[in-house]
């Protein structure tokens, strides 16, 4: 295996004895010649990496000189960290006093030890540059390419748009799964069985969700199966997935029973991804009280193996083919071009040529096209389609030729962001955000200048890996922002095989590197560890399994980690010497209940970047450590006792601060004094934004009027949140909300308890919203006209008791809320509806709706305690769900009064509500609904209908019922447990 050119800490080295605080430290301490000279070795170094890199292959000196070069610089690098760190530490107290360091605390001592390092480093360093010039290597530019990263976005599991040559496929495995297989037996067994990379799981998730299978099962589940997947974790998993709730550490006996329990007599879909040539024998077991549902139900399996399905008693599974050469170019040229790009028939024809190359086999092709995508001219397409690569593809092995191609067409930054995924095991689901702030911590982000944010990179790094393939199955949040991605088995694969190379430990791999900066542990403790050589020099670690009650001083002695993960452990405390971790970037806390203190030395931490602290609801320390932490770029706080009373003073310093999660306004106390809104002035803040308690604002105008969140362009999320019963003056509530005045790229507005009579005007130039959300607006009246807002996909409007009407614009149907898909109004007794502003007090009029253009694109409508409101725009075009809880019923009669637009054209019109899919009505005056009505309702699948003091008039209407109902829950008054499960019908 050849060895990894050390690129990344080498510019990391770089920028450290290039910056100017390094230049201060090496004048201080009289080392400036020596790190001078340093900084020009490295660079010449580096300057000759990509020909070395290219020449290890056929020189194993090379291989040598790269091996115990790396070594070096990594050993350099922790030096000058903690040098820079000492030099942090002593600037930022400010009080000339003398720390220890390097064991000294005599500053003269302490002068000659750095000097002693420093020089010592130099040495090293001499004799592996007078190597480098017996080895004949040439200096070459190496630069970060700069990808298009247009990555497809999509909300899906599966890029269906993607998905080429597998509808045949599809339509076979649903007729597998809906029909009797005549097995005489409650619960079948049905498989796909085909090579890596040839789309199973892609198909699994396209019949998994198809409409026909989700009505045929009462029950669905998806169980990704790993390698080392054992009875107890499997079983632990479905019930998680099937009951929706995080599962307790139980014994197996409970967990299986807790499973049968669910299961019989319950007609379900299982999925169970990935099985493996181990899985029969767990199989025995788990089929005790898998085989126990109800009549129909089936377990669909994947897998490469067939022997595996055989000897779990699938006689004929399904064989998955690859594509033909015509869905291979198709897939291939989808990927390959822009839309817009014209392809001349000379580049079609070598097109066809590798599509037919890559053996049908989707992954393959995916790969390919990422590839070719960056390559422009014709000449390189052919040279690729020439490649030596293909012939080491056999039957065996079709795809990890190509994969390697690719691997090797990365920067050397994404080579070791993509070495960097082999930490987690198979099957994980990758926090985006977290992701990069591991990146980061490493060191592995390298912007241009210094004005790209490192977060960015990150991000960019992300999208170039998803366009490439390196990464898929991505899952986008409300927003539109992508939230988890995963990756494929075999690009596991890859990753760990160069693992090693990149100095990754991994527990019970082939090889140990010499000396391991990273490690993958089944669990850390005292005996895995001894199989570490150099343990004190790892920088990072992560298990497959938690050790939740550990002792976290066990931990310190990795005194050079640089990012640290003791979330949801049960930590009472942390001992001092946590502080003498002082390389630590990352540090996650989240959900440690038990955690009461930090100790004062967790101060000496001021490389820390990112600290998570949410979910410690009995943590609490002085808030102005948070303060000590100079190069603190995230801060999470949600639920931590730490900040309940207000942030501490001194925020404003904090000018690396990217993200932090919520600002509490506070109110000084004898102790210390607390940060006001002001404080936010330079903070360069991205993502989401919490802002509470602003009813302790006691100055408005003193602190708030610099606030400047209108020049935050990369706040995507705000929450402005007063408290429940805020005392503040609407005058000065009116004010504090004209200087909240967010950027315009906003994307997420909520409004909570805010008492002002009216909403400042710059909420209507907020363009970009998609969330807006109100709540607890005691003394607003009206609300202004939101239809301009043409982004808005989603308004909740509750507790707003004085609210009467929302005022309609003079926006033509085409432009009246164009993007909304869901609204819900709850507990707003006074509202009566929408009106134009000029006509304000008339909103008691039968032919109000008329004067109002439909909802065309919503989807979802709660109206819930509004009895009310009247006079509203129609929503012929629901979908997901429509319920009215105790509120009039006009604005559904108005609706069925109005023709729907068909999903199929724009021009073909059905009956009001027909595509509606839930329907709960409770506590209205159903009988001013014509009794018919119910057979607009062609697609319905649940309905609830509670809270009549009869039901007589609700069965009386139900006879209009279409037969695709589900589920049905009815109830009368007085009924105390009605809402608590659905009722299986067939109609």
Same mark, same amino acid.
């Given at each position: 295996?050849?060895?990894?050119?050390?690129?990344?800490?080498?510019?990391?080295?770089?920028?450290?004895?290039?910056?100017?605080?390094?230049?201060?430290?090496?004048?201080?301490?009289?080392?400036?010649?020596?790190?001078?000279?340093?900084?020009?070795?490295?660079?010449?170094?580096?300057?000759?990496?990509?020909?070395?890199?290219?020449?290890?292959?056929?020189?194993?000196?090379?291989?040598?000189?790269?091996?115990?070069?790396?070594?070096?610089?990594?050993?350099?690098?922790?030096?000058?960290?903690?040098?820079?760190?000492?030099?942090?530490?002593?600037?930022?107290?400010?009080?000339?006093?003398?720390?220890?360091?390097?064991?000294?605390?005599?500053?003269?001592?302490?002068?000659?030890?750095?000097?002693?390092?420093?020089?010592?480093?130099?040495?090293?360093?001499?004799?592996?540059?007078?190597?480098?010039?017996?080895?004949?290597?040439?200096?070459?530019?190496?630069?970060?390419?700069?990808?298009?990263?247009?990555?497809?976005?999509?909300?899906?599991?599966?890029?269906?748009?993607?998905?080429?040559?597998?509808?045949?496929?599809?339509?076979?495995?649903?007729?597998?799964?809906?029909?009797?297989?005549?097995?005489?037996?409650?619960?079948?067994?049905?498989?796909?069985?085909?090579?890596?990379?040839?789309?199973?799981?892609?198909?699994?998730?396209?019949?998994?969700?198809?409409?026909?299978?989700?009505?045929?099962?009462?029950?669905?589940?998806?169980?990704?199966?790993?390698?080392?997947?054992?009875?107890?974790?499997?079983?632990?998993?479905?019930?998680?997935?099937?009951?929706?709730?995080?599962?307790?550490?139980?014994?197996?006996?409970?967990?299986?029973?807790?499973?049968?329990?669910?299961?019989?007599?319950?007609?379900?879909?299982?999925?169970?991804?990935?099985?493996?040539?181990?899985?029969?024998?767990?199989?025995?077991?788990?089929?005790?009280?898998?085989?126990?549902?109800?009549?129909?139900?089936?377990?669909?399996?994947?897998?490469?193996?067939?022997?595996?399905?055989?000897?779990?008693?699938?006689?004929?599974?399904?064989?998955?083919?690859?594509?033909?050469?015509?869905?291979?170019?198709?897939?291939?040229?989808?990927?390959?071009?822009?839309?817009?790009?014209?392809?001349?028939?000379?580049?079609?024809?070598?097109?066809?040529?590798?599509?037919?190359?890559?053996?049908?086999?989707?992954?393959?092709?995916?790969?390919?096209?990422?590839?070719?995508?960056?390559?422009?001219?014709?000449?390189?397409?052919?040279?690729?389609?020439?490649?030596?690569?293909?012939?080491?593809?056999?039957?065996?092995?079709?795809?990890?030729?190509?994969?390697?191609?690719?691997?090797?067409?990365?920067?050397?930054?994404?080579?070791?962001?993509?070495?960097?995924?082999?930490?987690?095991?198979?099957?994980?689901?990758?926090?985006?955000?977290?992701?990069?702030?591991?990146?980061?911590?490493?060191?592995?982000?390298?912007?241009?200048?210094?004005?790209?944010?490192?977060?960015?990179?990150?991000?960019?790094?992300?999208?170039?890996?998803?366009?490439?393939?390196?990464?898929?199955?991505?899952?986008?949040?409300?927003?539109?922002?992508?939230?988890?991605?995963?990756?494929?088995?075999?690009?596991?694969?890859?990753?760990?095989?160069?693992?090693?190379?990149?100095?990754?430990?991994?527990?019970?791999?082939?090889?140990?590197?010499?000396?391991?900066?990273?490690?993958?542990?089944?669990?850390?403790?005292?005996?895995?560890?001894?199989?570490?050589?150099?343990?004190?020099?790892?920088?990072?670690?992560?298990?497959?399994?938690?050790?939740?009650?550990?002792?976290?001083?066990?931990?310190?002695?990795?005194?050079?980690?640089?990012?640290?993960?003791?979330?949801?452990?049960?930590?009472?405390?942390?001992?001092?010497?946590?502080?003498?971790?002082?390389?630590?970037?990352?540090?996650?806390?989240?959900?440690?209940?038990?955690?009461?203190?930090?100790?004062?030395?967790?101060?000496?931490?001021?490389?820390?970047?990112?600290?998570?602290?949410?979910?410690?609801?009995?943590?609490?320390?002085?808030?102005?450590?948070?303060?000590?932490?100079?190069?603190?770029?995230?801060?999470?706080?949600?639920?931590?006792?730490?900040?309940?009373?207000?942030?501490?003073?001194?925020?404003?310093?904090?000018?690396?601060?990217?993200?932090?999660?919520?600002?509490?306004?506070?109110?000084?106390?004898?102790?210390?004094?607390?940060?006001?809104?002001?404080?936010?002035?330079?903070?360069?803040?991205?993502?989401?934004?919490?802002?509470?308690?602003?009813?302790?604002?006691?100055?408005?105008?003193?602190?708030?009027?610099?606030?400047?969140?209108?020049?935050?362009?990369?706040?995507?999320?705000?929450?402005?949140?007063?408290?429940?019963?805020?005392?503040?003056?609407?005058?000065?509530?009116?004010?504090?909300?004209?200087?909240?005045?967010?950027?315009?790229?906003?994307?997420?507005?909520?409004?909570?308890?805010?008492?002002?009579?009216?909403?400042?005007?710059?909420?209507?130039?907020?363009?970009?919203?998609?969330?807006?959300?109100?709540?607890?607006?005691?003394?607003?009246?009206?609300?202004?006209?939101?239809?301009?807002?043409?982004?808005?996909?989603?308004?909740?409007?509750?507790?707003?008791?004085?609210?009467?009407?929302?005022?309609?614009?003079?926006?033509?149907?085409?432009?009246?809320?164009?993007?909304?898909?869901?609204?819900?109004?709850?507990?707003?007794?006074?509202?009566?509806?929408?009106?134009?502003?000029?006509?304000?007090?008339?909103?008691?009029?039968?032919?109000?709706?008329?004067?109002?253009?439909?909802?065309?694109?919503?989807?979802?409508?709660?109206?819930?305690?509004?009895?009310?409101?009247?006079?509203?725009?129609?929503?012929?075009?629901?979908?997901?769900?429509?319920?009215?809880?105790?509120?009039?019923?006009?604005?559904?009669?108005?609706?069925?009064?109005?023709?729907?637009?068909?999903?199929?054209?724009?021009?073909?019109?059905?009956?009001? $509500? !027909?595509? %509606? =899919?839930? @329907?709960? #009505?409770? &506590?209205?005056?159903?009988?001013?609904? *014509?009794?018919?009505? /119910?057979? +607009? $309702? !062609?697609? %319905? =699948?649940? @309905?609830? #209908?509670? &809270?009549?003091?009869?039901?007589?008039? *609700?069965?009386?209407? /139900?006879? +209009? $019922? !279409?037969?695709?109902?589900?589920?049905?829950?009815?109830?009368?008054?007085?009924?105390?447990?009605?809402?608590?499960?659905?009722?299986?019908?067939?109609?």
């Amino acid at each position: 295996m050849a060895e990894q050119v050390p690129y990344g800490v080498a510019t990391s080295l770089i920028n450290t004895l290039a910056s100017a605080a390094f230049r201060e430290i090496a004048s201080i301490y009289g080392v400036k010649r020596d790190t001078e000279w340093l900084k020009k070795t490295v660079e010449r170094i580096k300057a000759v990496l990509a020909d070395a890199d290219q020449k290890q292959h056929t020189d194993q000196l090379i291989q040598l000189w790269i091996k115990d070069l790396r070594q070096l610089l990594y050993d350099a690098d922790d030096l000058l960290d903690e040098i820079h760190t000492q030099h942090l530490l002593r600037k930022r107290d400010a009080k000339g006093k003398v720390r220890d360091f390097f064991s000294s605390s005599n500053p003269i001592g302490l002068r000659l030890q750095v000097a002693h390092n420093i020089r010592n480093i130099r040495e090293q360093f001499n004799d592996v540059a007078e190597s480098m010039s017996k080895l004949n290597l040439v200096g070459r530019v190496v630069e970060m390419k700069h990808e298009k990263s247009n990555w497809r976005e999509t909300s899906s599991f599966v890029l269906q748009e993607d998905m080429v040559g597998r509808e045949g496929d599809r339509k076979h495995i649903i007729d597998l799964l809906l029909n009797d297989d005549n097995s005489h037996q409650n619960v079948s067994l049905v498989a796909i069985v085909g090579i890596g990379g040839l789309g199973k799981t892609a198909l699994a998730q396209l019949v998994y969700n198809d409409a026909d299978v989700e009505r045929s099962f009462h029950k669905r589940i998806w169980v990704c199966v790993s390698e080392d997947s054992d009875v107890k974790a499997i079983v632990k998993q479905t019930l998680e997935l099937l009951l929706g709730e995080k599962q307790d550490d139980q014994p197996l006996e409970l967990l299986q029973n807790k499973l049968q329990r669910n299961l019989t007599g319950q007609n379900f879909l299982l999925v169970l991804d990935d099985i493996w040539d181990d899985f029969p024998r767990k199989w025995e077991e788990l089929k005790k009280f898998l085989m126990r549902g109800a009549e129909g139900s089936k377990i669909l399996l994947t897998t490469r193996d067939q022997a595996v399905v055989n000897r779990m008693g699938v006689k004929t599974p399904y064989l998955l083919e690859g594509l033909n050469s015509d869905q291979s170019w198709t897939l291939l040229k989808r990927l390959a071009f822009d839309d817009d790009k014209k392809i001349t028939p000379n580049l079609e024809s070598v097109g066809q040529k590798i599509a037919e190359k890559c053996m049908g086999v989707p992954l393959a092709i995916r790969v390919m096209g990422g590839l070719l995508r960056s390559k422009l001219l014709e000449s390189d397409w052919e040279d690729l389609l020439k490649g030596d690569f293909w012939k080491l593809s056999d039957n065996n092995d079709l795809i990890m030729p190509i994969l390697k191609l690719s691997y090797d067409g990365l920067a050397i930054e994404l080579k070791q962001c993509f070495a960097y995924c082999s930490l987690y095991p198979k099957d994980w689901k990758y926090e985006k955000d977290e992701l990069i702030d591991m990146w980061m911590a490493q060191g592995f982000l390298k912007n241009k200048d210094e004005e790209q944010c490192l977060e960015d990179v990150g991000e960019e790094y992300v999208r170039i890996l998803l366009m490439k393939s390196f990464l898929q199955d991505v899952e986008m949040d409300e927003l539109g922002e992508i939230e988890y991605f995963k990756m494929h088995d075999l690009m596991h694969d890859l990753s760990q095989s160069f693992a090693t190379s990149f100095d990754i430990y991994i527990e019970g791999g082939k090889d140990v590197p010499r000396c391991p900066r990273h490690a993958l542990f089944k669990t850390y403790d005292t005996n895995s560890s001894l199989n570490v050589p150099d343990l004190g020099r790892l920088r990072n670690f992560r298990e497959m399994k938690k050790n939740y009650r550990r002792d976290p001083s066990d931990l310190f002695v990795l005194k050079c980690l640089r990012s640290l993960d003791l979330s949801n452990q049960s930590i009472k405390y942390f001992p001092k010497s946590i502080g003498k971790i002082s390389h630590l970037r990352h540090l996650n806390l989240d959900y440690c209940h038990q955690l009461t203190c930090l100790p004062k030395s967790i101060s000496n931490l001021v490389n820390l970047q990112t600290l998570r602290l949410t979910g410690c609801e009995n943590l609490k320390f002085p808030g102005d450590i948070i303060t000590k932490f100079v190069k603190l770029r995230r801060l999470d706080i949600l639920g931590c006792k730490a900040f309940v009373d207000g942030m501490p003073m001194g925020l404003d310093k904090m000018t690396c601060m990217q993200r932090l999660s919520h600002f509490i306004v506070g109110n000084d106390d004898k102790e210390r004094k607390k940060a006001k809104l002001n404080e936010l002035k330079d903070l360069n803040l991205r993502g989401r934004l919490a802002i509470k308690k602003l009813d302790s604002v006691r100055d408005v105008e003193e602190e708030s009027k610099y606030v400047n969140l209108r020049t935050k362009k990369n706040l995507i999320s705000l929450t402005l949140n007063w408290g429940e019963d805020p005392k503040m003056e609407k005058s000065d509530a009116m004010q504090l909300l004209e200087n909240l005045r967010p950027h315009q790229n906003l994307k997420t507005l909520k409004i909570q308890g805010y008492p002002g009579v009216c909403l400042s005007d710059w909420l209507l130039s907020c363009a970009n919203l998609v969330q807006l959300k109100f709540s607890g607006i005691n003394n607003c009246r009206y609300l202004p006209a939101l239809e301009g807002l043409v982004s808005l996909k989603t308004l909740h409007i509750s507790g707003m008791d004085k609210l009467e009407c929302i005022y309609k614009g003079c926006s033509s149907s085409a432009n009246f809320f164009p993007s909304l898909e869901e609204l819900v109004i709850y507990s707003c007794g006074s509202l009566r509806g929408w009106q134009r502003e000029a006509n304000v007090q008339n909103t008691r009029g039968n032919e109000c709706h008329d004067s109002l253009p439909s909802f065309s694109r919503l989807s979802a409508l709660g109206i819930l305690d509004c009895p009310n409101l009247r006079c509203m725009p129609t929503f012929p075009n629901l979908v997901r769900y429509l319920c009215l809880v105790y509120s009039s019923m006009k604005p559904l009669v108005d609706t069925l009064s109005v023709s729907a637009i068909a999903p199929s054209t724009s021009h073909d019109m059905t009956p009001s $509500l !027909s595509m %509606l =899919k839930s @329907l709960h #009505i409770e &506590g209205i005056d159903i009988e001013a609904l *014509p009794e018919e009505w /119910m057979q +607009n $309702l !062609s697609s %319905l =699948k649940r @309905l609830y #209908i509670v &809270g009549f003091s009869s039901l007589e008039k *609700p069965f009386l209407h /139900m006879r +209009n $019922l !279409s037969a695709t109902l589900e589920g049905l829950t009815i109830a009368k008054l007085g009924d105390e447990d009605y809402n608590t499960h659905f009722t299986r019908v067939d109609l």
